[in-house]
């Protein structure tokens, strides 16, 4: 869901085309879940700002169907682990543990297995794991890295997390299939766009979410369960109200809530940058980023102060 190059884990959300169903051929659908990939907030001197974060969670709850913390709009390889466990349990109080995904991610196994063991311990039920990063790592090396966190999480639901263009592993949909102790994955930039190949490689009763948050129709109509959206952290009803329309296979009102998400993103270009600034006009936050981003044109910053004035 144009992209920041910021070198973080999988984009809030993935830019690709969506297809659109034609007209008159909309059967109603299950209803897509909607996760808010959420920022973590600093204030001026780069400090978490737990206080922003705890009010933020409480004007979000009511407006998406769960969260998604400690994630690329996390910046979560800027967050020391106190700060990432601070976050969960911050959202846990929140949400509750059913509409939670902690993503517990990190370079190393023995570090994502610490970030597991964490969350659960916060009460964690759902968690999601990136693939190891940086050096190289070969499938047999991936399974292995998800088993360790799998083991770690006990009972509570691991699934794993896809997006080479930031990690350098690919993962293929035979691949992801033979993690037989994953419940799912989250599919993010050209492995959401294989999205039908991974739908087809797992067996039955396994979740796929996408980060190309756009392309919810596609997705859900698809198999999937719904969408990881960077974007619906700053403005959540166009997205719910999406879902709600190919759920119910209201023609009409899918593409009007089609045309506001489109609209959505291109105003905050995809970026974790452009996700913050909005939260900041919205009244949350300070809009500063940990890692370092792109300068947004005073234009884009005109378009993103539109936008949030309308809401």
């Avoid at 209803?31 to 907030?41: D, G, K, M, T």
Wanted: aromatic share 6%; charged share 25%; hydrophobic share 45%.
């Amino acid at each position: 869901m144009p992209q920041s190059v910021t070198p973080q884990d999988p984009t809030p959300t993935d830019v690709a085309p969506h297809n659109v169903t034609p007209p008159g051929d909309r059967p109603s659908a299950p209803r897509a879940e909607v996760l808010a990939a959420v920022p973590a907030f600093f204030d001026e001197a780069g400090e978490l700002d737990l206080a922003t974060t705890k009010a933020y969670f409480a004007d979000l709850a009511p407006r998406v169907d769960g969260v998604f913390v400690c994630g690329t709009t996390g910046e979560f390889p800027a967050l020391e682990r106190a700060e990432r466990r601070a976050v969960v349990e911050a959202a846990l109080a929140v949400f509750g543990p059913e509409r939670v995904v902690v993503h517990v991610g990190a370079a190393a196994t023995r570090e994502s297995v610490a970030l597991t063991r964490d969350a659960v311990a916060a009460g964690t039920r759902r968690l999601a794991a990136l693939t190891p990063y940086y050096l190289p790592a070969d499938t047999g090396a991936v399974l292995r890295h998800f088993d360790e966190v799998t083991r770690a999480a006990g009972p509570a639901a691991v699934y794993g997390y896809l997006f080479s263009e930031r990690t350098g592993v690919t993962v293929e949909p035979a691949g992801l299939a033979a993690a037989t102790g994953l419940a799912g994955a989250k599919l993010s930039g050209r492995a959401a766009d294989r999205f039908a190949e991974y739908a087809a490689a797992l067996p039955p009763g396994k979740r796929l979410w996408s980060g190309s948050d756009t392309r919810l129709a596609e997705v859900v109509r698809g198999g999937g369960a719904g969408v990881v959206s960077g974007l619906s952290a700053a403005f959540p009803e166009p997205f719910t109200r999406l879902a709600d329309a190919v759920a119910s296979g209201d023609t009409a009102a899918e593409l009007d809530a089609q045309a506001q998400v489109d609209e959505v993103l291109d105003t905050l270009a995809g970026t974790v940058e452009g996700i913050k600034l909005a939260l900041r006009d919205l009244g949350h936050g300070t809009g500063l980023l940990r890692m370092p981003a792109p300068e947004i044109t005073p234009e884009r910053r005109r378009r993103i102060a539109r936008l949030a004035s309308q809401r």
